[in-house]
């Protein structure tokens, strides 16, 4: 058995609180919103998000944020990307030195263009950060329903190790050294399904969603290899696997923004219907600047930009993708002569 503490009481860091609780570990969840910690502690659910998926009796529910970080064999950070940063600050006193950290969280911060991990080894210098992701649904991960991840870190015992405190027989978890691959196909992914909601909103068929998706899996890929990422990581579960659950399913926030979107909603008007936190929005601009710092082709993510913060028409946007300059689909392969 082992203690972890997962900061952040939303549905993926409930999610896999039950997971942890139910592999038989301490587990505490920790909130800096009193009245989640509260409502927790009333129906031992979250009633609206995760309904029916009860917290075992063995989560401890804490608004202390120093008791949650210390004295821990991990330390799941499952807050909100906008929100790791502030958080990282908060704990940074309170958090040992070489104490094994996860993040949990997608995105890239638009104003440094630092990953979730880059933030965590800069405001927690002197710890080991890992990454988990890949196609996993927090409605579904609260329920046993059988889901798979990856887990990414540069020691291979740390990686291990998370594997094994998380894994059991509905939750696998697989290792990888590639961290920046995984970290960037879990967050380019989610401006991808921005893109495939506006699709579906837009009343355009499975050929077009299934066009979107394959030439956003290439514009994820060159611009990880670009950044050091490997091509196998992006054709794994953070790449690929969490493209096509994050684009097809109505459980995805990203998606849904993206339909309400396609359906004539603003950016802003659909971020408030869909009630969470939209990743992929906080993403998009980053993404685009990383693709112009690191001179790559990203027309997709370009265009999702422009329909977010330049009013652009999403009809106008899809439009344009599909009337660009032809073009290879794989500029490696060579020809006969």
């Not at 502030?86 to 040992?96: D, E, M, W, Y």
Request: net charge neutral; glycine share 8%; charged share 25%.
């Amino acid at each position: 058995m082992s203690k972890v503490s997962v900061l952040g009481a939303g549905t993926w860091g409930t999610a896999l609180s039950i997971v942890l609780a139910k592999n038989g570990h301490q587990v505490m969840l920790w909130s800096a919103l009193k009245e989640e910690i509260e409502l927790l502690k009333t129906h031992r659910e979250q009633i609206e998000k995760l309904p029916g998926s009860i917290l075992p009796d063995n989560i401890e529910l804490v608004e202390d944020l120093e008791m949650a970080c210390k004295g821990q064999d991990l330390i799941v950070f499952a807050v909100a990307s906008s929100f790791v940063r502030s958080t990282a600050k908060r704990a940074a006193s309170f958090i040992p030195e070489k104490q094994l950290i996860v993040n949990v969280a997608k995105g890239i911060e638009e104003s440094t263009l630092d990953t979730m991990c880059d933030i965590l080894k800069e405001e927690l210098p002197k710890r080991d950060i890992a990454v988990l992701s890949g196609p996993s649904h927090a409605e579904e991960v609260s329920k046993g329903i059988p889901t798979t991840v990856v887990v990414g870190t540069k020691k291979q015992k740390n990686a291990e190790m998370i594997q094994t405190i998380f894994m059991n027989e509905f939750f696998r978890v697989y290792t990888s050294p590639d961290v920046i691959g995984i970290e960037l196909g879990g967050s380019l992914k989610n401006v991808i399904a921005l893109a495939a909601g506006v699709v579906d909103g837009l009343g355009y068929g499975d050929n077009t969603k299934a066009a979107l998706m394959t030439r956003g899996i290439a514009e994820m890929t060159r611009l990880g290899l670009a950044m050091g990422g490997k091509a196998e990581t992006f054709s794994g579960l953070s790449g690929v696997g969490d493209l096509i659950v994050t684009c097809t399913s109505t459980h995805s926030r990203n998606w849904n923004a993206g339909y309400l979107i396609g359906k004539g909603r603003t950016m802003k008007q659909a971020m408030e219907e869909v009630k969470q936190v939209v990743e992929g929005v906080y993403s998009a601009k980053a993404a685009y600047k990383l693709a112009q710092k690191y001179q790559v082709s990203m027309p997709i993510v370009e265009q999702v930009t422009k329909v977010l913060f330049e009013n652009k028409s999403a009809r106008d946007a899809l439009g344009d993708l599909f009337t660009r300059d032809k073009r290879q689909e794989n500029s490696l392969l060579e020809w006969e002569e």
